[in-house]
């Protein structure tokens, strides 16, 4: 009886499972040094480095931590000549195995409803079909893998924003952004102003920041203490001079945008619960942006000529436009006019790069030689042209639910470290709303995987329970 009892024991105790999930790791490990003994190095390169994948498999929160840098990194290895797969790819791909073999372990495990799983499906079930209809179903697959990823990191963010708090997540995206709002920056004055710098990120670089900008000025206006509100002002303006290294319009034009919606819903939530600390905070940040305002303008004959010059040419362009205004009118016209031909399901996802091929004609429109292979420079339109009503319908109701939920959680009472978290994603969640009608891509690269983070760990932060 006491040796059945001792048995129970140690097949229940916890190190069992853990001793099991260990092995294959210990096996991998085993056989990659007995090919080093033999020489057989490529093989053991290997093996090490699937041990290293079943070592962070078993690891799943540094799995995490890893898979947030890896967004932070533009490193496509070609696969085909229409797939590629990236770093961020991969370290999902470990992450999502070391989640699913924590479920498997877990005897309570249960999968939640977020709230925005119907749209997330809906979305998916769209692009499927529109898949199924397309021009050429080719392009389709790759597009299709893409929004299904994007589902599954929405679930990851989901998840550790619950486990280990929305505003933890938050701060250590902002924190990734501002290290590679550094780096731009500082290469961008190393070359005299030069050159247009994306850094690490490269054009991901784009969604991220003007994402995490306003997240970083949510945190400094509700701060309540001195050295927090300085520190979120310094990486407010580390990310701005990193977009401002990068030339690009499109992140500028949003930032200019969502500031002042932000100043003005922080100072009437600070008015309506009396917090004088918030409105004062607001009024200095509004002379700040005066201030910097004007520093960059004295500076625009000189260190920043190249990139004063490109902001003039995009004012004088909406009047008369020119280069890459011109062009993108051209992709929205013809996005609209394949909408018009294709309203229920579009020409079908990822087909839009071929449109010269279903419209021969466009050979005599001016710049028709730079719409081959091209999106339409703006997600509403891209995705009426290619999914249609359905494809876009189910991408706007994901939006207007996103918006919703941020909004209604913003105008709650909380702490000052809630409201700071509830201002940041709403802010940030409104910025996705508004680049829909002038961005390139939200669905695919990095900006997919950050649309995932903005939904993810805003439905973490829509349960009450799990506010922190």
């Known amino acids: 009886m006491t040796g059945s009892t001792s048995v129970n024991r140690i097949a229940t105790s916890p190190a069992v499972p853990g001793l099991l999930a260990l092995s294959p790791f210990l096996a991998a490990l085993a056989a990659a040094i007995g090919m080093m003994a033999i020489g057989r190095m490529l093989v053991a390169i290997l093996l090490l480095a699937g041990a290293v994948a079943v070592a962070l498999t078993l690891l799943p929160r ?128 190393a070359h005299g102003g030069q050159i247009r710098v994306f850094g690490l990120a490269e054009l ?22 001195f050295g927090e509100r300085f520190w979120y002002g310094v990486v407010c303006v580390l990310i701005a001079a990193g977009i401002f290294a990068t ?3 499109g992140p500028l034009l949003t930032v200019m945008l969502a500031t002042p919606v932000l100043l003005w819903f922080t100072w009437r939530k600070a008015k309506r619960e009396q917090n004088h600390t918030v409105v004062r905070s607001a009024r200095l940040v509004t002379l700040g942006m005066i201030l910097l305002a004007v520093v960059t303008v004295s500076l625009s004959t000189n260190l920043l000529a190249n990139a004063w010059g490109r902001y003039q040419e995009f004012i004088v362009s909406l009047g008369d436009p020119e280069g890459t205004i011109a062009l993108r009118l051209v992709l929205w016209r013809i996005a609209l006019r394949t909408f018009m031909d294709n309203p229920l399901v579009g020409i079908g996802i990822g087909n839009f790069r071929i449109v010269h091929e279903i419209y021969p004609d466009l050979r005599v429109i001016p710049l028709h030689l730079q719409v081959k292979g091209m999106s339409a420079h703006n997600v509403l339109l891209h995705y009426l042209a290619e999914t249609g009503l359905a494809g876009t319908l189910s991408l706007l109701t994901l939006t207007w639910l996103g918006l919703r939920n941020s909004y209604r959680t913003y105008r709650e009472r909380f702490s000052t470290s809630g409201t700071q978290v509830s201002a940041a994603l709403f802010i940030a969640l409104l910025v996705f709303a508004l680049t829909l009608l002038y961005m390139r891509a939200w669905t695919w690269g990095e900006g997919g995987y950050v649309m995932a983070l903005l939904f993810g760990v805003g439905a973490a932060w829509n349960r009450p329970a799990r506010r922190s």
């Open 62 to 189: 540094i799995s995490f931590y890893l898979f947030m840098g890896s967004m932070a990194v533009w490193l496509p290895q070609q696969v085909t000549m229409t797939f590629a797969v990236h770093v961020f790819d991969f370290m999902l791909a470990v992450l999502f195995a070391g989640v699913a073999v924590e479920f498997l372990l877990k005897s309570n495990g249960e999968i939640r409803s977020t709230g925005y799983d119907l749209a997330f499906l809906a979305l998916i079930a769209a692009t499927l079909i529109s898949a199924i209809l397309a021009y050429r179903p080719v392009y389709s697959i790759v597009p299709v893998v893409r929004i299904a990823t994007i589902y599954i990191a929405f679930r990851v963010f989901y998840k550790y924003g619950e486990e280990l708090g929305v505003r933890r997540v938050l701060t250590t995206y902002v924190g990734i952004v501002t290290l590679l709002s550094v780096y731009n920056f500082v290469k961008f004055i």
């Open 204 to 225: 991901g670089y784009e969604p991220m920041s003007m994402t995490a900008l306003p997240m970083a000025l949510a945190f400094l206006l509700w701060a309540n203490r």
């Open 247 to 249: 030339q690009a319009r």
